[in-house]
């Protein structure tokens, strides 16, 4: 709709071709009916793709507030949050829909929705449904594999694969991570505000702070959905991929070691377990004494040894990987048409005419806005 919108203001006769009875069900499905539409810190760090000139030249060139005008103009009022997230200042995504759709009208965009039955032929020719489209230039706008009870399909890919695009694998991101582990089950519900650190092959990857929500197919939570961009690839070439948790993120080891020595009053003699829930989850609580074999051992009891291997517990907890769960569960997916075949106006390098915007492209962005933020400025730089 944004190319639409864009190329129809340059005085184009566009049309737009939707496979559902509408378009844009992602939006009002995103940041929890809220549209997190883009992010006041944009920056090529919070990217992943092959391009890396298409992507700091489009960065470059389509700042927050390029994208703040443009919804701006559509009567669109937008607000950021500390974070730098940005939201319609309704907090309702259908506000968003509502004014691109209205926008498309507008401007007599025709529309061709509810389209089962697509077929394009070289020299775009297209046929759809009943309908025989004959046009000059195509946009393909398609998105992802992601989300496919929203209108995620492999479409895209398969049209740009059959005017000789290469296609980077796709997997889903910004997914649960799927583990045996038995912390999984053991916790399933629980959700903590921790560090995780993603370690492949045994050497450090990236760490971040966040939620971690343990459920009984493994962890989900923002820092995993987070990481999770980078482990699904290593996951996908069979790497050893382990997440570390550290549930004791405000202190390190040695001020976690005095804490642990503070709470200890022989007086009371605790069971560990009522002891450790005294400042944790009581599922982790009761846990860690299964795990560490303290069941008998009470809190007057207490040595160094078990302090230490409590606090390495606490400060490292690893977390085998599996696997990850499908694209019903990812909200966008790495690979896709691989970026190095379009041009800086996102034009295919393969194919005169040929145009990409969006997550059909194999640029992936960070939680956030980002992805939102790629996929507007790609349909407003086409020329």
Request: aromatic share 8%; proline share 2%.
């Amino acid at each position: 709709m944004v190319a639409a919108i864009n190329l129809a203001n340059r005085g184009k006769n566009v049309c737009l071709i939707e496979r559902q009875s509408r378009g844009g069900k992602k939006i009002l499905a995103s940041g929890n009916g809220h549209c997190n539409i883009s992010n006041l810190n944009i920056s090529t760090k919070y990217y992943k793709g092959a391009n890396k000139e298409l992507l700091k030249r489009l960065i470059n060139n389509c700042s927050s507030q390029k994208i703040i005008d443009f919804f701006n103009n559509l009567g669109l009022e937008i607000v950021a949050k500390d974070d730098g997230k940005m939201y319609p200042k309704s907090m309702q995504a259908s506000s968003v829909l509502n004014l691109l759709e209205s926008r498309v009208e507008a401007l007599n965009i025709d529309r061709f929705y509810s389209i089962n039955n697509l077929k394009v032929q070289k020299g775009f020719k297209i046929f759809a449904n009943d309908y025989k489209i004959e046009a000059k230039n195509i946009v393909i706008a398609t998105g992802s594999l992601a989300a496919p009870q929203l209108g995620g399909t492999s479409f895209g890919l398969e049209l740009a694969k059959s005017f000789g695009h290469n296609i980077i694998k796709p997997l889903p991101a910004l997914v649960p991570l799927t583990s045996k582990d038995s912390i999984c089950k053991a916790l399933n519900g629980v959700k903590l505000d921790v560090k995780v650190t993603l370690f492949v092959q045994n050497k450090e990857r990236t760490s971040v702070q966040g939620d971690i929500l343990f459920r009984d197919y493994g962890v989900s939570g923002l820092s995993i959905l987070d990481i999770s961009i980078e482990a699904t690839k290593e996951i996908d070439l069979k790497k050893d991929v382990t997440v570390v948790v550290d549930f004791f993120k405000e202190l390190n080891k040695k001020e976690l070691l005095e804490y642990l020595k503070s709470r200890i009053n022989k007086s009371r003699a605790l069971s560990i377990e009522l002891w450790l829930s005294g400042f944790l989850h009581t599922k982790l609580a009761k846990f860690i004494t299964k795990k560490l074999n303290l069941k008998q051992i009470r809190e007057d009891r207490l040595n160094k040894k078990i302090l230490k291997e409590l606090v390495e517990f606490l400060k490292n907890y690893p977390i085998k990987i599996d696997g990850f769960r499908d694209y019903k569960y990812a909200e966008v997916a790495i690979g896709g048409v691989d970026s190095r075949e379009i041009g800086l106006n996102f034009e295919s390098k393969k194919q005169k005419g040929l145009f990409f915007c969006g997550e059909v492209i194999d640029i992936t962005g960070a939680r956030g806005g980002y992805n939102f933020h790629f996929a507007w400025c790609s349909g407003l730089s086409i020329r």
